[in-house]
């Protein structure tokens, strides 16, 4: 059978646990569309996911295998992306310390991305798990396809669709709810949220 479509249910399931996980994609999402709407949100998606089909692309292509077998390669990516989400960081709290005496600034200020689109892009490239998540993820699922190149396809295909459909619905949820919470509090209690967890993330990177 070239396909093993008996693998499908499982993955799917695998894929949505996954996919529903908060990580750094989310909450870049999630800030970007609160405070500049849904196109700025959508470009950030586009980023991401053009990095996420290059990373897919190398795994099945067999590139990933090769990169990840060299220590020093995945050390300095895992270093570029705990650096970068730092980055991101330092950027929102430098937008909270300017706008600190701000009121009825709304979702307008603190920090927001001037270049949504590369920030995805590079918030994700620089990030191995990803790399090492299609990796160890995807091959579980090739079953006893008698293409496996295809069936990674096939499987990579199907996981990015669901992710992208996670996260427009992020995108769509948070920019139709942003007129509603155009409240300096609430804006600096984002932007707080949002720092912390991108230190988080980054910490945990350089940990893992």
């Known amino acids: 059978m070239l396909l093993d479509p008996t693998t ?11 996919v529903l996980t908060p990580g750094v994609d ?13 196109g700025a949100g959508l470009r950030a998606l586009a980023g991401i996911h053009a990095a996420s089909i290059l990373q897919v ?11 990840t077998s060299h220590p020093a390669v995945l050390a300095a990516l895992k270093w570029a992306g705990a ?10 709290v430098r937008g909270l310390w300017l706008t600190r005496a701000e009121t009825g600034d709304g979702l307008s200020g603190g920090g927001a991305t001037t270049r949504p689109f590369w920030q995805g892009l590079l918030s994700n490239i620089t990030n191995p798990k990803m790399l090492l998540f299609s990796l160890a993820f995807l091959p579980q699922f090739v ?7 295809l069936q990674l ?5 199907v996981f990015l669709v669901l992710a992208a459909i996670w996260e427009v619905t992020i995108v769509l949820g948070a920019a139709r709810i942003a007129d509603r919470l155009r409240r300096p509090r609430f804006a600096r209690s984002l932007d707080v949220i949002s720092a912390a967890a991108f230190l988080t993330i980054s910490a945990g990177l350089v940990a893992a």
Do not use: D, E, K, W
């Open 143 to 149: 079953g006893s396809a008698a293409n496996p190149t």
């Open 26 to 38: 989310a909450f870049l999402i999630l800030r970007t569309s609160l405070r500049q709407g849904i």
């Open 83 to 92: 650096a970068y989400l730092v980055y991101l960081a330092a950027m929102i």
């Open 57 to 67: 692309a190398l795994v099945i292509c067999g590139l990933g295998a090769v990169i």
């Open 8 to 18: 499908l249910p499982a993955f799917l399931l695998a894929s949505a646990v996954v």
């Open 153 to 157: 396809v096939l499987l990579g295909a």
